[in-house]
T-cell receptor
Framework: EDKVVQSPLSLVVHEGDTVTLNCSYE??????LLWYKQEKKAPTFLFML????IEKKSGRLSSILDKKELSSILNITATQTGDSAIYLC????????????????FGQGTILTVHP | KAGVTQTPRYLIKTRGQQVTLSCSPI?????VSWYQQTPGQGLQFLFE???????NKGNFPGRFSGRQFSNSRSEMNVSTLELGDSALYLC??????????FGPGTRLTVL
C-alpha cells in the first residue's frame, strides 16, 4: 500500500525564519510528488515534481525531489504570517506503463504557524 | 478560467439518509477525483473518473459511489449515512495526467 509520511507534524517559527518541511514516500510506480498549501479551505496547488523536474522554485518557496532517497523537501525562506497553513505532500502513482489513475496519496500534513 | 466548483457547500443530514454532491471541473479537464478529509484520517482518496469511466477506487464501502457525465461534471453519492461520514468532501480536477486542482469542498454533517 502506498504510504506518505511528513515531518515535522507541526512547527512554530517567527517571521523571517527559514523552514524546511520533509516528505518521504513508499509507492509502486511513482509518477509525481505534489505539494499543497491548505488554509481554512481547499488545498491550493504549490508544486509538482517528477523524474524530469526534480527542483521547483516560486518566490520564497522551493522544493526538491530526491528520487534516490524517496523524499522531498519544501523550503520557505523569510517566512511571513500569511505562510501559516497546513502543508500537504501527496504522491501520485500509476500503472507499470506510467498511466495515471488520478489517485493521490496524502501525508498527514505539517501545521506551520508563523508568529509576527 | 473558472476554477472547480462544488455544490452544495454545506449540508446537514441525519443518519440513514442519502446525499448527492456535485462537482464541475475546470473547463477542458476530463479527470475528476474525489477525496474525504477528516481530522483523524486526513485526506483519503475515494475514486477517480476519466471520460465517464471510473479508473480507480479507494478503500471505502459500497455506500460511496460516483459517476461522471459526458460534460465531465461528476457526482458522488453516499447512501445510508453514518455519523462517521461527517467530513469535508473535496473534488479535484485534472486534464488526466497532470496536477490536480481542488474545489472548495462540501462540508457534510451527519446528525
Amino acid at each position: 500500500e502506498d504510504k506518505v509520511v511528513q515531518s515535522p507534524l507541526s512547527l512554530v517559527v517567527h517571521e523571517g525564519d527559514t523552514v524546511t518541511l520533509n516528505c518521504s514516500y513508499e509507492v509502486t510506480n511513482f509518477r509525481s510528488l505534489l505539494w499543497y498549501k491548505q488554509e481554512k479551505k481547499a488545498p491550493t496547488f504549490l508544486f509538482m515534481l517528477t523524474s524530469s523536474g526534480i527542483e521547483k522554485k516560486s518566490g520564497r518557496l522551493s522544493s526538491i525531489l530526491d528520487k534516490k532517497e524517496l523524499s522531498s523537501i519544501l523550503n520557505i525562506t523569510a517566512t511571513q504570517t500569511g505562510d501559516s497553513a497546513i502543508y500537504l505532500c501527496a504522491v501520485e502513482a500509476g500503472d507499470a506503463g506510467g498511466t495515471s489513475y488520478g489517485k493521490l496519496t496524502f501525508g498527514q500534513g505539517t501545521i506551520l504557524t508563523v508568529h509576527p | 478560467k473558472a476554477g472547480v466548483t462544488q455544490t452544495p457547500r454545506y449540508l446537514i443530514k441525519t443518519r440513514g439518509q442519502q446525499v448527492t454532491l456535485s462537482c464541475s471541473p475546470i473547463s477542458g479537464h476530463r479527470s475528476v477525483s474525489w477525496y474525504q478529509q477528516t481530522p483523524g484520517q486526513g485526506l483519503q482518496f475515494l475514486f477517480e473518473y476519466f471520460s465517464e469511466t471510473q479508473r480507480n477506487k479507494g478503500n471505502f464501502p459500497g455506500r460511496f459511489s460516483g459517476r461522471q457525465f459526458s460534460n465531465s461534471r461528476s457526482e458522488m453519492n453516499v447512501s445510508t449515512l453514518e455519523l462517521g461520514d461527517s467530513a469535508l468532501y473535496l473534488c479535484a480536477s485534472s486534464p488526466g495526467w497532470n496536477e490536480q486542482f481542488f474545489g472548495p469542498g462540501t462540508r457534510l454533517t451527519v446528525l
